[in-house]
């Protein structure tokens, strides 16, 4: 039964299964869920009880057309209905917008709400991702993502605000900056899907600027917000020439009875519903502090309604998911298949604490092995603090102490392994190959390659007196020349000496000797392995830094200037908002 439930999520490209499936291949009861961001607080349960004893009416008849009922939503709203389009969710209006308003290219942070990547693939479209940095929390760069643009030529830009899966926030006064900014571009995109749950500004949404922008679209979800996935509605706000035009290619009932009985409900459940947002927001609060008392659990600011953690090093977070889920019945989102994110990290939907009590235990019997099992991450490594983000990578890392493959291939040659010479004792005086030597001074320097003959050296060791007579297979010992000029393939005769020379001595002139073919270099010379911490998101020696391993530029974001606090604004359901 477990290898049923787990391998559902290998057979998902980019998003977990449902929970109808889960639900299916278990013993007919639902995990508790962390995965599916939605509010748990709303509908009350009055409101179901009243939507049971409708249910009959509203499966059996056909809805409203999507005028009708976007008629009622824009009234509790404020907003002409001219600049308002419904869609069967947020996904098909990101489908319209794709079909209808993207020509060639669309520029969108990594990593995000898989939509926004996948759908312009799939219709031959150019997607320019920018790479939100690890080091910064994923906090996105507005400067840097406009000039990532404009080198791009890209003509659409996506904005996530707060961002799927981190959380990250942005300032109104920010966003409509970028807007302008914008103003050349087809269409800029601000999805505003989880913004009904950010509480550190009173005004934060872009709707009403976004009505008098050519250019501008927001998108709005109401799923999410009402704790209603299942009824599939959002919509977008835009000029009317715009939402006009998305408009127009909806089909006549694309929106479903249930979702025309909760917009009707709503005038009457305002209060409840401020309620329910205020309550998400005190238990983020709550389940931020008790998931970051984990030892190695990193927890990143958030101003949705989930929180998004790194797992100590050597966790796999395909492992920490499949074991929460078959031992304890609680299913997370591990976040492997976001591009721009690994396995590292999970994202986890802020929920009541009684159930964050339970994620919690779960998590330490997972990760620290204090149910008796196995943990699903080491012991703390030694050496190194390093994190790349890819459990496999830090795995590496920790067991050479921050010496990469450099650090096995030296553990090879120690151990005799067949093909490989033993490295020779220190102060032999040949650099590394393929690898930055330090200077005097500290710095890297660029080391040039064993077939050039050396520049002027340290002091150098003390060698025993040997005849001159050469050895056909074995290169001679370098002699230190005077001057810093190379001469490719020539080498000098071995010069006798009669013991430490303090200097270096500007040799004799020698004349050519021929290379031999198969010439035998000696190995280079055992590094000493690094120490002390190195602080997170900074590759270790001889490591690589997040950007390296997924490949991205390096591009690197400003810290986030704040997290926003809610008052009375414009809202899913068009309600004064309290706390």
Same mark, same amino acid.
């Given at each position: 039964?477990?290898?049923?439930?787990?391998?559902?999520?290998?057979?998902?490209?980019?998003?977990?299964?449902?929970?109808?499936?889960?639900?299916?291949?278990?013993?007919?009861?639902?995990?508790?869920?962390?995965?599916?961001?939605?509010?748990?607080?709303?509908?009350?349960?009055?409101?179901?009880?009243?939507?049971?004893?409708?249910?009959?009416?509203?499966?059996?008849?056909?809805?409203?057309?999507?005028?009708?009922?976007?008629?009622?939503?824009?009234?509790?709203?404020?907003?002409?209905?001219?600049?308002?389009?419904?869609?069967?969710?947020?996904?098909?209006?990101?489908?319209?917008?794709?079909?209808?308003?993207?020509?060639?290219?669309?520029?969108?942070?990594?990593?995000?709400?898989?939509?926004?990547?996948?759908?312009?693939?799939?219709?031959?479209?150019?997607?320019?991702?920018?790479?939100?940095?690890?080091?910064?929390?994923?906090?996105?760069?507005?400067?840097?993502?406009?000039?990532?643009?404009?080198?791009?030529?890209?003509?659409?830009?996506?904005?996530?605000?707060?961002?799927?899966?981190?959380?990250?926030?942005?300032?109104?006064?920010?966003?409509?900056?970028?807007?302008?900014?914008?103003?050349?571009?087809?269409?800029?995109?601000?999805?505003?899907?989880?913004?009904?749950?950010?509480?550190?500004?009173?005004?934060?949404?872009?709707?009403?600027?976004?009505?008098?922008?050519?250019?501008?679209?927001?998108?709005?979800?109401?799923?999410?917000?009402?704790?209603?996935?299942?009824?599939?509605?959002?919509?977008?706000?835009?000029?009317?020439?715009?939402?006009?035009?998305?408009?127009?290619?909806?089909?006549?009932?694309?929106?479903?009875?249930?979702?025309?009985?909760?917009?009707?409900?709503?005038?009457?459940?305002?209060?409840?519903?401020?309620?329910?947002?205020?309550?998400?927001?005190?238990?983020?609060?709550?389940?931020?502090?008790?998931?970051?008392?984990?030892?190695?659990?990193?927890?990143?600011?958030?101003?949705?309604?989930?929180?998004?953690?790194?797992?100590?090093?050597?966790?796999?977070?395909?492992?920490?998911?499949?074991?929460?889920?078959?031992?304890?019945?609680?299913?997370?989102?591990?976040?492997?298949?976001?591009?721009?994110?690994?396995?590292?990290?999970?994202?986890?939907?802020?929920?009541?604490?009684?159930?964050?009590?339970?994620?919690?235990?779960?998590?330490?019997?997972?990760?620290?092995?204090?149910?008796?099992?196995?943990?699903?991450?080491?012991?703390?490594?030694?050496?190194?603090?390093?994190?790349?983000?890819?459990?496999?990578?830090?795995?590496?890392?920790?067991?050479?102490?921050?010496?990469?493959?450099?650090?096995?291939?030296?553990?090879?040659?120690?151990?005799?392994?067949?093909?490989?010479?033993?490295?020779?004792?220190?102060?032999?005086?040949?650099?590394?190959?393929?690898?930055?030597?330090?200077?005097?001074?500290?710095?890297?320097?660029?080391?040039?390659?064993?077939?050039?003959?050396?520049? @002027?050296?340290?002091?150098? *060791? #003390?060698? =025993?007196? %040997?005849? &001159?007579? /050469? $050895?056909? !297979?074995?290169? +001679?010992?370098?002699? @230190?020349?005077?001057?810093? *000029? #190379?001469? =490719?393939? %020539?080498? &000098?005769? /071995? $010069?006798? !000496?009669?013991? +430490?020379?303090?200097? @270096?001595?500007?040799?004799?002139?020698?004349?050519?000797?021929?290379? &031999?073919?198969?010439?035998?270099?000696?190995? +280079?010379?055992?590094? @000493?392995?690094?120490?002390?911490?190195?602080?997170?998101?900074?590759?270790?020696?001889?490591?690589?830094?997040?950007?390296?391993?997924?490949?991205?530029?390096?591009?690197?974001?400003?810290?986030?200037?704040?997290?926003?606090?809610?008052?009375?604004?414009?809202?899913?359901?068009?309600?004064?908002?309290?706390?």
């Amino acid at each position: 039964m477990a290898d049923n439930v787990t391998s559902l999520f290998r057979s998902t490209a980019a998003h977990s299964p449902s929970m109808a499936a889960l639900t299916r291949e278990s013993d007919g009861a639902g995990p508790v869920d962390f995965c599916i961001p939605c509010n748990p607080y709303f509908p009350t349960p009055a409101m179901f009880e009243e939507m049971a004893v409708r249910l009959r009416d509203i499966i059996t008849y056909y809805p409203s057309s999507a005028d009708t009922i976007t008629a009622e939503l824009c009234g509790l709203l404020r907003l002409p209905p001219q600049c308002v389009a419904m869609g069967n969710g947020s996904t098909e209006l990101i489908t319209w917008i794709d079909h209808l308003l993207v020509r060639e290219s669309l520029a969108v942070p990594v990593p995000t709400f898989g939509r926004w990547t996948d759908q312009p693939m799939e219709t031959g479209k150019r997607v320019d991702m920018f790479p939100l940095q690890e080091s910064s929390g994923f906090a996105l760069d507005l400067a840097r993502y406009a000039d990532f643009i404009r080198a791009r030529g890209t003509r659409v830009a996506v904005i996530c605000n707060p961002n799927n899966p981190d959380g990250g926030f942005l300032h109104k006064h920010a966003v409509v900056q970028f807007m302008d900014a914008m103003a050349d571009l087809d269409l800029v995109v601000i999805d505003e899907s989880f913004l009904e749950f950010a509480d550190a500004e009173v005004e934060p949404s872009v709707v009403r600027e976004a009505v008098l922008r050519p250019n501008v679209i927001v998108l709005r979800s109401l799923g999410k917000n009402f704790g209603l996935h299942g009824i599939r509605f959002g919509y977008l706000v835009a000029n009317p020439a715009l939402a006009g035009r998305v408009r127009s290619m909806l089909p006549k009932w694309n929106l479903n009875g249930f979702a025309e009985h909760v917009v009707f409900m709503l005038k009457e459940h305002g209060a409840e519903y401020a309620q329910s947002l205020h309550q998400v927001r005190r238990d983020r609060m709550d389940m931020s502090g008790r998931l970051s008392s984990l030892p190695g659990l990193t927890v990143y600011p958030s101003q949705g309604n989930f929180l998004f953690v790194r797992l100590p090093v050597g966790a796999e977070g395909t492992v920490v998911r499949d074991r929460m889920l078959t031992e304890h019945r609680i299913l997370v989102r591990e976040c492997g298949n976001k591009i721009g994110s690994s396995s590292r990290f999970l994202r986890l939907v802020v929920r009541p604490q009684v159930d964050v009590r339970r994620l919690v235990s779960g998590l330490e019997q997972v990760l620290y092995g204090t149910s008796g099992r196995g943990a699903a991450a080491p012991g703390p490594a030694t050496g190194t603090g390093y994190s790349s983000g890819t459990a496999a990578v830090d795995r590496l890392v920790s067991q050479t102490n921050g010496a990469g493959t450099r650090g096995l291939a030296a553990r090879a040659v120690g151990a005799g392994a067949p093909g490989l010479a033993a490295a020779p004792g220190t102060g032999t005086g040949m650099p590394l190959p393929a690898a930055a030597s330090t200077g005097a001074q500290g710095m890297p320097q660029q080391v040039p390659q064993p077939v050039a003959q050396p520049g @002027p050296q340290a002091v150098p *060791q #003390p060698v =025993p007196e %040997q005849g &001159p007579q /050469p $050895v056909p !297979q074995q290169m +001679p010992p370098p002699v @230190p020349q005077q001057g810093p *000029q #190379p001469v =490719p393939q %020539q080498m &000098p005769p /071995p $010069v006798p !000496q009669q013991g +430490p020379v303090p200097f @270096p001595q500007p040799a004799p002139a020698a004349r050519a000797v021929p290379m &031999p073919a198969a010439a035998a270099f000696p190995a +280079p010379a055992r590094m @000493p392995p690094p120490t002390g911490p190195t602080p997170p998101g900074v590759p270790a020696r001889g490591g690589l830094t997040a950007a390296q391993v997924r490949g991205t530029n390096g591009l690197s974001a400003a810290p986030a200037t704040g997290w926003p606090g809610p008052q009375s604004r414009p809202n899913a359901a068009g309600m004064g908002q309290t706390g």
